[in-house]
T-cell receptor
């Protein structure tokens, strides 16, 4: 149980375009979902926390207008990178809570390359 | 503020050697959780263990063992008889009792060679 999926697993887009990444909890309802970014050879950095039906809470330094997060249902959160630039190229990972905050399940990640 | 330090950036061992990955954490909370994750080249995080602050018992799972010492704020991870498939980046992480945000260490790249 407790599976989180992400789609797509990898994406290449041109500079200036927008790209949407989906995060789904497949067998549980996720009250909270998290989005992380990981640059090569670096750690995971939390970008934002989202709760179903409410606005996401962004970490300091993360541009909310650039990284749009929508948590429309208990099983789906989306991250849209707007007007992507090469510096946005990264590995984006989502995670979701089941009932307890210490039970956080990670998706397989999405590798974004902006050319 | 919470902090996790993994001082070892990269470790290389020969297969069948034992290896210990260090993790030191900082928090003022008395209730917290510690985690270890494995990230193979594919990128997907693999959950290895979770420990709460009230349970200092060491744990063994096959070739893996964990040593939790509150006195030194450490949660070290040992792989016994390492194998090439153990090659990955290993992250230690901290979750404090009052919140739901994981704080990750910088990771340790483990390379196991034949």
């Amino acid at each position: 149980g407790a599976v989180v999926s992400q789609h797509p697993s990898w994406v290449i887009c041109k500079s200036g375009t927008s790209v949407k990444i989906e995060c789904r909890s497949l067998d549980f309802q996720a009250t909270t979902m998290f989005w992380y970014r990981q640059f090569p050879k670096q750690s995971l950095m939390l970008m934002a926390t989202s709760n179903e039906g409410s606005k996401a809470t962004y970490e300091q330094g993360v541009e909310k207008d650039k990284f749009l997060i929508n948590h429309a249902s208990l099983t789906l959160s989306t991250l849209t990178v707007t007007s992507a630039h090469p510096e946005d190229s990264s590995f984006y990972i989502c995670s979701a809570n089941d009932r307890a905050p210490y039970e956080q399940y990670f998706g397989p990640g999405t590798r974004l390359t902006v050319t | 503020a919470q902090k996790v330090t993994q001082a070892q950036t990269e470790i290389s061992v020969v297969e069948k050697e034992d290896v210990t990955l260090d993790c030191v954490y900082e928090t003022r909370d008395t209730t917290y959780y510690l985690f270890w994750y494995k990230q193979p080249p594919s990128g997907e995080l693999v959950f290895l263990i979770r420990r709460n602050s009230f349970d200092e018992q060491n744990e063994i799972s096959g070739r893996y063992s964990w040593n939790f010492q509150k006195s030194t704020s450490s949660f070290n991870f040992t792989i016994t008889a390492s194998q090439v498939v153990d090659s990955a980046v290993y992250f230690c992480a901290l979750l404090t009792g009052g919140g739901n945000k994981l704080t990750f260490g910088t990771g340790t790249q483990l390379k196991v060679e034949l």
